[in-house]
């Protein structure tokens, strides 16, 4: 059941002023209704029936009547509460009382400026400016649906393998490179630094013979002190560890 009939240019100004004609057709209802009812009824029975009535008109009746429009193709009519889908984000519009497709899309908001007749497949224009795209149509239409995303085929155990293989390969060059690299930086430093003398090789050598035996004799003495605690009631135990940390002390100088 339809509001009324209108040209397409005209259907959202019109859309946009049903709540003001069914307000006024709840009231021309209204007052008369109450009259009569009062003639039948107590006033306070005939006023909660009159409201009833009018408040049932309002919400089931005028509120689900939508705007008819007739294509300019196929003079078909096509009710404006058809779900429909948005040609902008391809929302589904399905709560198509309040927003049929000459208003605008529930979800993201867009105003529809043409609609693609369910009947004949032509645009319909809702605006002079007669835009083609970003068309609306009839929610069970393909022709504005996104194109399937394929899906991707499972590589092959050869390609798998090659990919592998290829990956290796990417990551033994890379260590080369860096091998390389970190060895040209060793020699270009070799060359930037001054050769040092004799002397001066003899005393670093002398430095880390020193170094390495007062070590390991501090090491040994240190471990001495330990047995000597721990064996303190088993003197044989205590000369043979003795004597393996001499002999590694030895080793060490």
């Not at 300019?72 to 404006?80: E, I, M």
């Not at 899906?151 to 155990?157: C, H, L, N, V």
Request: charged residues 25%; proline residues 6%; positive net charge.
């Amino acid at each position: 059941m339809t509001l009324q009939t209108c040209n397409p240019l005209t259907a959202r100004f019109w859309f946009n002023l049903r709540a003001v004609v069914n307000w006024a057709v709840v009231i021309i209802v209204f007052i008369p209704l109450v009259f009569v009812l009062q003639e039948i009824f107590p006033y306070l029975t005939a006023d909660v029936i009159a409201v009833a009535v009018t408040f049932s008109v309002f919400f089931f009746v005028l509120h689900k009547r939508a705007i008819g429009i007739e294509c300019p193709y196929c003079f078909r009519h096509l009710a404006t509460n058809t779900p429909w889908m948005c040609g902008y984000k391809f929302c589904r519009n399905e709560n198509v009382d309040d927003y049929p497709f000459i208003y605008r899309c529930e979800h993201c908001g867009t105003e529809p400026k043409s609609y693609k007749c369910h009947h004949c497949g032509e645009l319909i224009f809702f605006t002079n400016d007669r835009q083609k795209s970003n068309y609306a149509t009839f929610i069970s239409s393909s022709a504005n649906l996104p194109p399937p995303v394929p899906k991707p085929k499972a590589p092959s155990r050869w390609a798998k393998k090659v990919a592998q293989e290829s990956e290796q390969l990417h990551d033994l060059s890379h260590e080369l490179k860096v091998t390389q690299l970190k060895g040209d930086i060793h020699e270009a430093k070799a060359r930037i630094q001054p050769q040092k003398s004799e002397k001066e090789l003899m005393e670093e050598s002398l430095q880390k013979f020193y170094d390495r035996s007062v070590g390991a004799e501090e090491a040994g003495r240190k471990m001495k002190a330990m047995v000597d605690v721990e064996c303190a009631n088993n003197p044989d135990a205590r000369e043979r560890r003795h004597a393996i940390i001499d002999a590694w002390v030895r080793e060490r100088i």
